[in-house]
C-alpha cells in the first residue's frame, strides 16, 4: 500500500512539473529578415508590422496543426553583408522551418542561396531581382520581378500618349532591373528614350541631374528610386519649373514620399502592388485590420510583407507544419486571394499579376489605373 501511494506521489508531482515547464503550445519558427536600422528602417517597420499581423491572426484561428508561429525576426539592415549571417542563424541556430523576406533586393539576393542550400522555403515580398528566384525552386516572390515592374512603366508611357522619355535611375538592384524591363519594352511601345541618368543611393541634391533632364525637354520622366530619395528628387524637378509627368514605382509607395516631397508629389504617378480604392475583400479586410492594429494607413511593402507571410503560412497548414520539400510543393500548388491580388506561381515561381497605378492626389495615393497585358507582364518561366 505504501508503495503504491509513493507511485501515486511521484507521477503527481511529475505531472505539475510537466505543467509548470512544458509550454501550452509547441512553436512552428518561422525566419524574417528585415531592415530595422539604417536607410531602409521605415521600410522595415512597415514589412514587420504587415508579417505580425498575419502571425497573429493565424495565431488567433489555432495556429498551424495546433501550434503557435513564432516569427524569428533579424535585422539585416537592407545590406547583403548583415543578411548572410542572419539567414545562417536562421537556419543553424533557430532551424527555422520557413523563412520571408521582408528586405530590399540586395540583402535578399544574398540570403536566398543560404535558404536554397537548406532546402528551406523563402517567400519574398517585395525583393525584384531577377537572381532571387533563379537561385532554386525553394525561392517564391509574391510581388512583379523588376523587369516585368519596368515593362509595365513603360506601357503607362503609352497609355499617357507620350513618348519623349528621360530615365532616371538609382545604382542599385532595384533601379537596374526597372531601367531594363523598361528598355526592353520602349521601342515595341514606340517610346524614345532620350536620355538616362544615373545617381547614387545616398544622393539627395540634384541640381546637375536636374538642369540637364530639363534641357532634354522630355515628355515624360521614368525615375526610379526610394520615398527617402525620390521625394527630393520630385521636389527639385518641379522647383526647376519641370511640369511633365513623373513616373515612379513601389519604392515611391509610402506616405513618407508624399511627406518629403510636399506639394510637388502631386500628381506623381508609381507603379506599384496595392490598389488602396480596391473593392476586393482580401484588399478591403486587410487595410481595415492593419489600421485598427496600427493606427495608419497600410503601404504596398506592409502588403507584400503580409501576403508573403500569410502564403508561407497557408503552406505550412497544408502540411501540418511540416517543412522542406512538402512545404515547397505545397505553397506552390497554392492559389490566393491577397491584398495584393490574385496569385499563382509559375514553375520558377514567380507570379503573373495585373501593375495597379497610383496618383497622389490630395496628399494620399488614389487609383489611377491598372495595366493588364497579359503578354507585356508574363514573367520568366525555366524555359525562358
Known amino acids: 500500500m505504501k508503495f503504491r501511494t509513493a507511485r501515486f506521489s511521484l507521477m503527481t508531482v511529475a505531472a505539475a512539473v510537466a505543467l509548470v515547464t512544458t509550454p501550452a503550445w509547441a512553436q512552428i519558427k518561422m525566419g524574417f529578415n528585415v531592415p530595422l536600422t539604417g536607410f531602409a528602417a521605415a521600410d522595415g517597420k512597415s514589412a514587420l508590422d504587415g508579417a505580425k499581423l ?14 503557435k508561429i513564432e516569427l524569428v525576426i533579424y535585422d539585416d539592415q537592407g545590406v547583403a553583408k548583415e543578411a548572410v549571417p542572419s539567414a545562417t542563424k536562421m537556419v543553424e541556430k533557430d532551424q527555422v522551418v520557413v523563412a520571408v523576406s521582408g528586405s530590399y533586393s540586395g540583402s535578399t539576393r544574398a540570403a536566398a542561396s543560404i535558404f536554397q542550400n537548406a532546402k528551406i522555403p523563402y517567400v519574398v515580398a517585395y525583393a525584384i531581382h531577377p537572381d ?7 525561392m517564391f516572390r509574391v510581388s512583379s520581378m523588376g523587369e516585368v515592374q519596368g515593362r509595365g512603366g513603360a506601357k503607362l508611357v503609352q497609355n499617357l500618349g507620350k513618348k519623349r522619355t528621360v530615365l532616371v535611375t538609382v545604382k542599385n538592384d532595384f533601379g537596374q532591373a526597372l ?9 515595341k511601345l514606340g517610346i524614345n528614350i532620350v536620355n538616362e541618368y544615373e545617381y547614387a543611393m545616398p544622393d539627395r541634391q540634384f541640381g546637375a541631374l536636374v538642369s540637364k533632364v530639363k534641357s532634354d525637354n522630355p515628355e515624360v520622366i521614368y525615375a526610379s528610386g526610394y520615398f527617402f530619395n525620390a521625394g527630393p528628387l520630385v521636389s527639385q524637378l518641379r522647383a526647376a519649373g519641370i511640369t511633365v509627368p513623373i513616373i515612379g514605382q513601389e519604392g515611391y509607395d509610402s506616405d513618407k514620399f508624399i511627406e518629403i516631397a510636399g506639394p510637388a508629389s502631386e500628381g506623381t504617378l508609381i507603379t506599384t502592388s496595392l490598389d488602396r480604392d480596391s473593392s476586393e475583400p482580401a484588399t478591403r479586410a486587410f487595410l481595415a485590420d492593419y489600421r485598427k492594429a496600427y493606427n495608419a494607413g497600410a503601404d504596398m511593402v506592409a502588403a507584400s510583407s503580409y501576403t508573403a507571410t500569410m502564403v508561407a503560412i497557408d503552406g505550412l497548414m497544408k502540411t501540418g507544419g511540416k517543412g522542406g520539400a512538402a512545404l515547397r510543393d505545397a505553397i506552390a500548388a497554392g492559389n490566393y486571394s491577397t491584398p495584393i491580388g490574385k496569385l499563382a506561381f509559375n514553375d520558377l515561381h514567380e507570379v503573373k499579376k495585373d501593375i495597379q497605378v497610383q496618383i497622389v492626389k490630395d496628399k494620399a495615393f488614389r487609383r489611377h489605373s491598372v495595366i493588364s497585358d497579359a503578354v507585356l507582364l508574363a514573367p520568366p518561366t525555366k524555359a525562358k
Not at 54 to 67: D, L, M, T
Not at 132 to 138: E, K, N, V, W
Not at 179 to 187: E, I, N, Q
Open 132 to 138: 532571387i528566384t533563379l537561385a532554386g525552386d525553394y
Open 54 to 67: 498575419a502571425v497573429e491572426q493565424a495565431n488567433a484561428k489555432g495556429g498551424v496543426a495546433g501550434q
Open 179 to 187: 531601367a531594363a524591363g523598361f528598355k526592353d519594352a520602349a521601342p
